[in-house]
């Protein structure tokens, strides 16, 4: 198993505390009247949208091969109805939205036409799945809507039963699975106006905030978690919002997210199946992998003596003045990798396979493989051979800080020559890491341990040893280039004084 | 619902038109799709005069050399399907299915295995006489284009119409922008070097008659004329699909050289 790249643990969740998130790009209500031409493109939607997605959303399973210009709608929850904008063919990832055909407060029917969206040649008509009224409208003519995203609310008269689509019907043939919603209570903040995620709804819900009272300091007014423990804290409902703050992201980035206990009897716990469609990062990591699979790969492993790397981190530490700066193992590690790559150039490379061609890289723009709420990434370094071990401490840092806000810039994630995997941070002895395409090795290094080792004359000492596992093309390197290369880096870290010897 | 004519093969009414002005053609689509229930094939062999024709969400500033077609007094067009924008003259030939929802069988009504029916559909018309695929959503002959696409799919019934480059004139091509938005096998080419004429290749009734052929094969025919159509027409219907105004053009064009001359400023800093 590639202990590096192990998908997030997912949250659990009782079908009644799930909500969708609500699209974050419109704030006013829509005038449907507008046609195309006419409408403006505020509302254009930018950037990556798959950093806001919550990936832990559950969606109603739908077969990839059926397409469903029927907008296929979330359990209906007390009665309000997310519903999104299907899959309408196979690589159609979005739609421009041309027209309304309902405006907010329309009662419609079961296959009335809602909407028409514009994917590539076609226009298409979306038809509603369910009877009901306009809550909320989403999304405006002119805005690009991603296959996914909900674009209106309905408010359903009676709970309505979920179909599952199934592989060759027609629209109107569908299989039917019934799907018992959970008992729930319908509170003011399920239903009301703002602009907030499922997470910041239970969290006002667990500590008996009313959202409409809070005031939201995200984009468009969105109230953040930040917001409602602030809001809480002011009431005196907690003692202190940063530590539910700190323990709740510390908790998203070792990869587990428990939002809420669950007090036995008030929320029933659900085993039913929950489909999680992939986005952003971790819908990357899918088409990464998958490549990165048909590389041959061999891996070496050895084991480095890092009593010399913590006694250096601890006088870093111990005559740090600036108080921004956290001295870890890690930018020691970067550069003595650096100066291992200076005499191994070959490690540093990519491979172009049509081409029979290695390239071999001039800068060292060394990857750090982090773990975020919306899956794994990889932001670089650029120019490691450059850059002191201070300069890289502060640049580590900052990669750090924007991943797990999810604003890493592609910059940031392009151009990387070698990728380090700190899967010891998280636990274990070391993984058996995947390629990062094109480059051509990967470290993947353990936790650093305390273990006994043996001197010559057999008495004991304690050492803190770290496994390192590298994973290399075959194609491109061979067992020995990687052994002497992995000598190399050792020896940096084993004897930091080298380091200087090489300084420039 | 497909009405049948011989067994298992529904009904489709066949129109042949020639020279109809495209903003007729498009019209009487529309009305078709929207308000009949029957399946229909319409040829127009050329339309009378070279006239733009914009997809449902094309932007004049973007994909037209406005100056240009105000000069030439070209009309513009917005169509109700979507897709790209296409210079059609006497020399285009087109070719339009409307059919109900499951017409076809096997076809689901969604664009994918719409174009990809018709990309079938054209394989047995071209049979022996091209290197003929279906590219991304484009006709190619190799790799050069001669027939472009687009649906619009409603809740019961779908359209498909092509407009096929029988022949161009060069100069025409002047007034149509590089689009934003390319198929990834046109590469950097221009219009030039990315469209073909299907003259050379077939005459133009070898084409249509070849294509009849093609479409007897899924529906039983039926020839139908335009008076007939236009006798028993809705006239409550109102298309979408319309001429733009002069203004309008005017207007583009102001706000396209008002980009250009933002974007010369914002460099100039």
Redesign the interface.
């Known amino acids: 198993m590639m202990i590096s790249r192990r998908i997030l643990i997912l949250q659990k969740r009782s079908f009644s505390s799930v909500r969708r998130i609500l699209c974050p790009y419109t704030s006013q209500t829509p005038n449907p009247n507008l ?3 006419q409408a403006s493109a505020s509302f254009r939607s930018a950037g990556s949208h798959s950093s806001i997605l919550h990936f832990n959303v559950p969606y109603i399973a739908v077969n990839r091969s059926f ?1 469903s ?1 029927h907008a296929v709608a979330d359990l209906p929850v007390g009665g309000i109805v997310d519903v999104p904008l299907a899959q ?5 990832a979005e739609c ?1 939205l ?1 027209k309304w055909f309902v405006q907010e407060g329309d009662q419609i029917e079961e ?1 009335q ?1 809602i909407c028409e969206v ?8 979306i ?1 509603s799945r369910y009877k009901g009224k306009v809550a909320q409208i989403l999304y405006v003519p ?1 805005d690009i809507v991603k296959v996914g995203e909900t674009l209106l609310k309905i408010v359903v008269e009676e709970a309505q039963v979920l179909t599952h689509v199934s592989e060759n019907p ?2 109107t043939q569908e299989g039917l699975k019934n799907i018992k919603p959970c008992d729930s209570e319908l509170t003011k903040n399920d239903i009301c106006e703002v602009l907030s995620t499922p997470a910041v709804r239970n969290l006002a819900k667990q500590h008996g905030v009313d959202l409409n009272d809070v005031k939201g300091t995200g984009k468009d007014g969105r109230i953040l978690k930040e917001d409602v423990l602030q809001y809480a804290f002011q009431k005196g409902s907690i003692k202190d919002p940063s530590a539910s703050l700190t323990s709740a992201s510390r908790r998203q980035f070792l990869g587990g997210e428990e939002d809420h206990p669950h007090p036995s009897g008030e929320v029933p716990w659900s085993y039913e199946d929950k489909t999680v469609p992939l986005r952003g990062f971790q819908r990357t990591m899918v088409k990464s992998m998958s490549m990165a699979a048909k590389v041959p790969h061999f891996h070496y492993v050895d084991e480095i003596n890092c009593d010399a790397l913590v006694e250096l981190k601890s006088s870093f530490q111990s005559t740090n003045s600036d108080p921004d700066v956290k001295h870890t193992f890690l930018p020691t590690l970067i550069k003595s990798l650096s100066m291992a790559l200076s005499k191994y150039p070959l490690m540093n490379s990519c491979f172009n396979d049509e081409l029979l061609e290695v390239i071999l890289k001039g800068s060292h723009n060394i990857g750090i493989a982090m773990a975020t709420s919306s899956g794994l990434v990889v932001p670089n370094i650029k120019n490691v051979q450059s850059l002191s071990i201070l300069e890289i401490t502060k640049e580590l840092s900052r990669l750090q800080k924007l991943a797990l806000d999810n604003k890493l810039n592609p910059v940031d994630i392009c151009g990387g020559t070698i990728t380090l995997s700190n899967i010891g941070a998280i636990g274990g002895k070391f993984g058996s890491p995947l390629l990062n395409l094109p480059e051509v090795s990967i470290i993947a290094i353990g936790r650093i341990q305390k273990v006994p080792q043996f001197t010559d004359d057999g008495n004991i000492y304690p050492a803190s040893i770290m496994t390192v596992n590298i994973g290399a093309d075959h194609r491109v390197l061979d067992g020995a280039t990687v052994a002497r290369f992995c000598g190399e880096w050792k020896q940096f870290i084993e004897k930091p004084e080298l380091l200087m010897l090489h300084m420039k | 619902m497909g009405i049948p004519g011989k067994i298992g093969v529904p009904m489709m009414n066949l129109v042949r038109l020639k020279g109809v002005p495209i903003l007729q053609q498009l019209h009487l689509e529309e009305r078709l799709l929207r308000t009949s229930s029957h399946n229909w094939c319409i040829i127009n062999d050329g339309t009378n005069q070279p006239t733009i024709v914009m ?3 094309g932007k004049p500033a973007e994909l037209l050399e406005i100056e240009s077609v105000l000069c030439d007094q070209i009309p513009v067009v ?1 169509r ?5 924008t296409v210079l059609v003259d006497p020399g285009t030939i087109f070719v339009t299915f409307i059919c109900n ?2 017409a076809v069988a096997g076809v ?8 990809s029916w018709s990309g079938a559909l054209y394989n047995k018309v071209f049979q022996g006489i091209g290197d003929f695929h279906l590219r991304e ?1 484009d006709y190619v002959f190799g790799d050069r284009k001669f027939g472009g ?7 019961n019934r779908w359209i498909h119409h092509t407009s096929f480059l029988w022949d161009y004139e060069v100069r025409n091509m002047a007034n149509l922008k590089l689009p934003a938005r390319v198929p990834e096998y046109r590469l950097a080419r221009g219009h030039l070097e990315f469209i073909c004429r299907m003259k050379d290749y077939l005459p133009r009734s070898v084409f249509i008659d070849r294509t009849i052929e093609a479409t007897k094969t899924h529906f039983s025919l039926r020839s139908t004329d335009l008076e007939a159509i236009e006798t028993s027409a809705n006239t409550k219907f109102c298309p ?1 699909t319309r001429l733009l105004t002069m203004q309008e053009l005017e207007t583009a064009a102001k706000f396209a050289s008002q980009s250009k001359v933002s974007l010369s400023q914002s460099f100039s800093l």
């Open positions: 046609s195309p031409a397409f210009s309408t063919g196979e690589g159609i421009e041309l296959f036409p514009q994917s590539d040649k076609a226009t298409i008509e038809t002119g027609t629209p | 997809g449902v969400s917005r109700f399907t979507g897709g790209g929802k499951d689901q009504p969604y664009p994918q295995p719409i174009m959503n696409n687009a649906q619009s799919i409603t809740k979408s």
